[in-house]
Structures are given as structure tokens and as C-alpha cells.
Nanobody
Framework: QVQLVESGGGLVQAGGSLTLSCAAS????????MGWFRQAPGKERDFVAA????????IYADSVKGRFTISRDNAKNTVYLRMNNLKPEDTAVYYC???????????????WGQGTQVTVSS
């Protein structure tokens, strides 16, 4: 397993931007596909974006496509989520997670961070 720690959340006005970071430790970071998920109060955890281990390849939820960008720096053991044009409906706790393959499905991810809160005010 790999240990994951998210950072970068906060309060931002609608239309603003934030960049989340997720630092990994414990295993070889480049062995894993990485994903971001989010959970709003009273709702299920939803897929946001994911990126392949070392080959360029990303997938996004339709709700964030064109606004969010996932990237990774394997030398720094870190995955990022750049969020632009934020909307109030983006308010949630954001989690990063590690999987053995690129996936949109939560059960495919075996390691999770503790989450970071993103709040978008209207």
C-alpha cells in the first residue's frame, strides 16, 4: 500500500481556481494509477479524474471536463488537480487514491488519503 496526504483545499469564490496536491509515500509512486474523487455532504463519493502510471493518459468526469486538469510528477511522488472556473456544486471533500490500473471505479482504488475540503461560495 501507499500512504497519501492531500493538501491545497480551501474556500474560493465561484469562478476562482485551486490546485490540490497529493503526496505519496511508502511504495513506488510510479507503480500506480492515481485518481481524485469527491464527496459532498449527504451524497456518495464520485469520481473526478484519474491519470495513468507513467504513460500520458487521463480520464475525467463529464462534470469537470474542460475545467479540471489532473497531472503527476513521479520524481516528486505527487499528483495534482488543477481546478478552474469553480462552481458551488464543486463543494466537497476531495480525496486522492491509488490503483493498479486506470479506473473510474472507487473499489478499484486500494489506498486513500484523508481528504481535503473545497468550498466554493456563490
Amino acid at each position: 500500500q501507499v500512504q497519501l496526504v492531500e493538501s491545497g483545499g480551501g474556500l474560493v469564490q465561484a469562478g476562482g481556481s485551486l490546485t490540490l496536491s497529493c503526496a505519496a509515500s511508502g511504495r513506488t509512486f510510479s507503480d500506480y494509477a492515481m485518481g481524485w474523487f469527491r464527496q459532498a455532504p449527504g451524497k456518495e463519493r464520485d469520481f473526478v479524474a484519474a491519470i495513468r502510471r507513467t504513460i500520458i493518459g487521463t480520464i475525467y468526469a463529464d462534470s469537470v471536463k474542460g475545467r479540471f486538469t489532473i497531472s503527476r510528477d513521479n520524481a516528486k511522488n505527487t499528483v495534482y488537480l488543477r481546478m478552474n472556473n469553480l462552481k458551488p456544486e464543486d463543494t466537497a471533500v476531495y480525496y486522492c487514491a491509488a490503483a493498479d490500473r486506470l479506473s473510474r471505479l472507487g473499489p478499484d482504488y486500494h489506498s486513500w488519503g484523508q481528504g481535503t475540503q473545497v468550498t466554493v461560495s456563490s
